[in-house]
């Protein structure tokens, strides 16, 4: 990520380590300077490489936000996590396990494994086994939207809830709630999210590492990626 080079009364200092979220009406944070709100950013503690603290503040926030403002996940429910083995879903995963919810992933066939390494008590394969087999769930993380994202309503328990973040949902469930949502920065929000991650409740999901001048070609890619892709500035 970055460090920080002005301030105002933001809480933050000259030459402290910062990562963040950019505005989404910004463009131009490839590149060795950006210019950044004080708002979106959050100290990035010494022990955490800047590769690290870059794939945290999109997935680590979107699932975040999903989870606890909008799904208000709780203990005991159930949980169906949509591309488990991504970036997001990966994170959805472990936090819902940790707010004690029980986590049904959803993944092609290689995502398995992955889906399961990361927190999935289950796993459903989309392109191969009916999600309808799954049973009621209470809360639906839609990474996908689509054909699996309308059949997920129907999945919906009463007073469930369908978290979506690619879009508004094309099929609402009967008894429940649909909500999309765009990511927010939110300061303490991402000290939540690093914190985990320093004490080993959450890690991270880093597809790859490119340089700049990659940078095209490793955000276009001719494969299939699952996980984050961090660009290097810098050496």
Not at 8 to 19: A, E, H, K, P
Not at 111 to 125: I, K, N, P, S, Y
Not at 159 to 174: A, D, K
Not at 216 to 225: K, S
């Amino acid at each position: 990520m970055v460090t920080a080079l002005g301030y105002g009364t933001t809480g933050l200092s000259v030459g402290q380590r910062v990562f963040g979220v950019t505005d989404w009406t910004r463009d131009g944070t490839l590149a060795e300077y950006a210019a950044v709100e004080a708002r979106n950013l959050a100290p990035l503690p010494g022990d955490v490489d800047f590769t690290v603290g870059a794939s945290l503040p999109i997935s680590g926030l979107t699932a975040w936000q999903g989870l606890f403002q909008h799904g208000r996940v709780r203990a005991g429910q159930r949980v169906l996590a949509h591309g488990a083995a991504g970036a997001v879903g990966s994170m959805v995963t472990q936090l819902a396990r940790e707010a004690g919810a029980y986590v049904i992933g959803t993944g092609r066939t290689a995502d398995r494994q992955t889906a399961l390494d990361f927190g999935a008590q289950e796993f459903v394969d989309v392109e191969n086994d009916a999600l309808e087999d799954i049973g009621g769930v209470d809360l639906v993380f839609d990474v996908i939207g689509g054909n699996v994202g309308n059949r997920s309503a129907g999945l919906i328990r009463a007073g469930g809830t369908l978290v979506s973040v690619v879009g508004p949902p094309e099929t609402r469930p009967e008894d429940g709630l649909a909500v999309d949502f765009v990511v927010e920065s939110d300061r303490g929000q991402l000290g939540e999210v690093v914190q985990r991650m320093r004490d080993g409740r959450l890690r991270t999901n880093i597809a790859g590492v490119a340089a700049l001048d990659e940078a095209v070609a490793a955000l276009n890619p001719t494969e299939r990626v699952t996980g984050k892709t961090i660009i290097r500035i810098r050496p």
